[in-house]
């Protein structure tokens, strides 16, 4: 089905608040799963509130923190997200980052300890939009590795993202926003709500052995995802885990940390002004010369036309907005029996009837 951001917002906004959250936070959270769903990341859309909502309700998800400075030394700055919401704690600490870049032109900013901060692009873009190159690497613990080493048979790491973004320049931001590993698992569980298989080399099964059914990871013995791009991904995601997990003191996917089966995001974060380096007009203008030189490439049979990162997002969302977000009926059946759990009519809501929320 078809739904519209307004309602969907209202679902997420009464769930979380059904969970404890006060009014602000739940709004936050509504409004950073539904700007996922709006850019075509349904992995990290409303689909994944069932399970923050089960964590916020037995203490794995802490609602109602903030971020906390634990340090402060130069231009380096470590983050404490106490295991709040990572819609909120993300972006206190990235707008922390951002407010201490103009003493020296840089803020590195290392974030541990933060329940789920869903799409990373959403904190580069705020970077982005004070005019600041940022870089973000990120690693998630709490739950037991899902991804294969480039070479292994069973998982030992996490999905592990790396985002890197330039201010926008006038058509939106280049924004980098991908997983280490070829598809997020989010995208192996839309795709088994879907009853499709995932793309080939995405996956292998308890065994080893490649396989496209995404049931593998949802099965005991578990599958494991594969890093993407063979040796270059598993590396990348490599450098996730030592400079988001062990650097920051958040921890990384080695079995000596607790498993409880949450999803906690360390994240360092490197936040750069253009006019540190020189002249930003200079900056600017070389950038868009290669971009337009890059995208005026001869588009190969079946493409219309060639991209850049973060175009994609942009294209979804507009599409989205103009004829409303596409929601499987697994995840909106997940969506009304978690909200049954907390005293929320999810359909009710959905259809902007006023007693949407019933007494627990
Ligand atoms: P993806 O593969 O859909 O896109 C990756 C990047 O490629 C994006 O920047 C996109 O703009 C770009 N891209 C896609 N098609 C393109 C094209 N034709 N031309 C040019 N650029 C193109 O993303 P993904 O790897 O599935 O990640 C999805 C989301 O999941 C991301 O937002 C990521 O931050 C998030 N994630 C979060 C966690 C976490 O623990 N918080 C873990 C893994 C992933």
């Not at 790396?162 to 201010?167: E, G, N, R, T």
């Not at 089966?261 to 380096?277: G, Q, T």
Request: proline fraction near 7%; include cysteine; aromatic fraction near 4%.
């Amino acid at each position: 089905m078809l739904i519209s951001p307004e309602a969907l917002r209202r679902v997420v906004t009464s769930m979380c608040m059904a969970a404890g959250s006060q009014a602000p936070e739940a709004a936050q959270v509504a409004a950073n799963l539904v700007e996922a769903n709006l850019c075509g990341h349904d992995s990290h859309g409303v689909g994944m509130l069932p399970r923050y909502i089960h964590s916020a309700l037995d203490g794995r998800l802490q609602v109602n923190r903030h971020a906390r400075i634990v340090s402060e030394s130069g231009a380096v700055l470590v983050v404490d997200g106490c295991r709040g919401y990572g819609q909120v704690v993300a972006r206190e600490a990235t707008e922390l980052a951002i407010a201490r870049v103009p003493r020296q032109g840089v803020c590195v900013m290392a974030l541990r300890n933060a329940h789920h901060i869903g799409r990373v692009g959403a904190w580069a873009a705020l970077c982005s939009a004070a005019g600041y190159v940022s870089m973000h690497y990120v690693n998630v613990v709490g739950h037991a590795p899902i991804v294969a080493p480039f070479g292994g048979t069973d998982a030992r790491l996490a999905t592990n993202p790396f985002c890197a973004a330039l201010p926008d320049l006038g058509d939106g931001p280049v924004i980098l926003d991908m997983a280490t590993s070829k598809i997020a698992l989010g995208k192996a569980r839309v795709a088994m709500h879907k009853g499709e298989p995932v793309p080939p080399e995405a996956l292998i099964d308890a065994q080893g052995r490649p396989t496209r059914d995404p049931n593998v990871m949802y099965q005991s013995p578990q599958g494991a995802l594969l890093p993407f791009g063979l040796h270059k991904g598993y590396g990348l995601a490599v450098i996730c885990e030592l400079l988001a997990g062990a650097l920051s003191g958040g921890g990384t996917a080695q079995p000596a940390h607790v498993r409880d089966n949450s999803a906690v995001n360390n994240m360092l974060s490197i936040v750069l002004d253009p006019a540190a380096f020189g002249d930003p007009a200079a900056f600017h203008a070389e950038a868009r010369a290669l971009m337009a030189y890059v995208t005026a490439s001869p588009p190969a049979e079946g493409v219309a036309r060639v991209l850049l990162p973060g175009d994609p997002e942009r294209i979804c969302r507009a599409q989205r907005l103009r004829e409303g977000i596409p929601v499987d009926d697994n995840t909106w059946a997940g969506l009304v029996q978690v909200g049954a759990e907390v005293g929320v009519d999810v359909d009710a809501l959905a259809r902007g009837a006023a007693q949407g929320t019933r007494a627990r």
